[in-house]
């Protein structure tokens, strides 16, 4: 059971898109479509901002979109804001009723 | 609205035991799976486990050894035991509430530092 694996960082400016990926394998990201998103600011815990590959939770911006194409899953925040800056973590169910974390991303809005 | 609060030590030597205890406000533990999470400074999060109100319990592979979760649902409460620490588990630890396996985690406590030192 491995960590899945994020760039460690990815920059943008607001009002622009970005993409982050999540690469797992067909044990977990492949298998299932059970990937969730995680938004996390200095200090805080985590908050859901995806689920189920593709949902948002009631009260998540429209910006935030989830999609999955075989073994990686990726997070997408179209017109980028200062809010959004902060670290995100992909989430997949990983068989055996256990679940894996990505290894985090590092959002900066310039 | 569902709130969940860690509470325990904040420093523990090493080679004893970890106790902390997650309480749950404003909602029932029925039907639910109640996880901890824990994230090293300056590192990633990393599962611990969870525990079905009824008390049926998993857990993450390499922690399986030292780990149990347990419940308590007259006191609306459900806690993480480590035994044998080292400083390779101090983290802070976070406890969650998720709807069935697979789903997301959904409500979070707001964290609690636990050291391991002498």
């Known amino acids: 059971q491995s960590a899945l694996t994020q760039p460690r960082s990815v920059s943008g400016s607001p009002g622009q898109s970005l993409t982050i990926s999540c690469t797992g394998t067909s044990s977990d990201v492949g298998g299932y479509d059970y990937v969730s998103w995680y938004q996390q600011h200095p200090g805080k815990a985590p908050k859901l901002m995806i689920y189920?590959?593709?949902k948002r939770p009631s009260g998540v911006p429209d910006r935030f979109s989830g999609s999955k194409s075989g073994n990686t899953a990726s997070l997408t925040i179209s017109g980028l804001q200062a809010e959004d800056e902060a670290d995100y973590y992909c989430?997949?169910?990983?068989?055996?009723?256990?679940?894996?974390f990505g290894t985090g991303t590092k959002v900066t809005v310039l | 609205q569902v709130q969940l609060q860690e509470s325990g030590p904040g420093l523990v030597k090493p080679s004893e035991t970890l106790s902390l205890t997650c309480t749950v406000s404003?909602?029932?533990?029925?039907?639910?799976?109640w996880s901890w999470i824990r994230q090293p400074p300056g590192k990633g999060l990393e599962w611990i486990g969870y525990i079905y109100y009824s008390g049926s319990t998993n857990y993450h592979p390499s922690l399986k050894s030292r780990v149990t979760i347990s419940v308590d649902t007259s006191k609306n409460q459900f806690s993480l035991k480590l035994i044998s620490v080292t400083a390779a588990d101090t983290a802070v630890y976070y406890c969650?509430?998720?709807?069935?396996?697979?789903?997301?985690?959904?409500?979070w406590g707001p964290g609690i530092l636990v050291t391991v030192s002498s």
């Open positions: 969650a509430r998720e709807l069935g396996v697979g789903s997301p985690l959904d409500y």
């Open positions: 404003g909602g029932s533990m029925r039907s639910y799976y």
């Open positions: 189920d590959v593709t």
């Open positions: 989430c997949s169910f990983a068989g055996s009723y256990s679940r894996s």
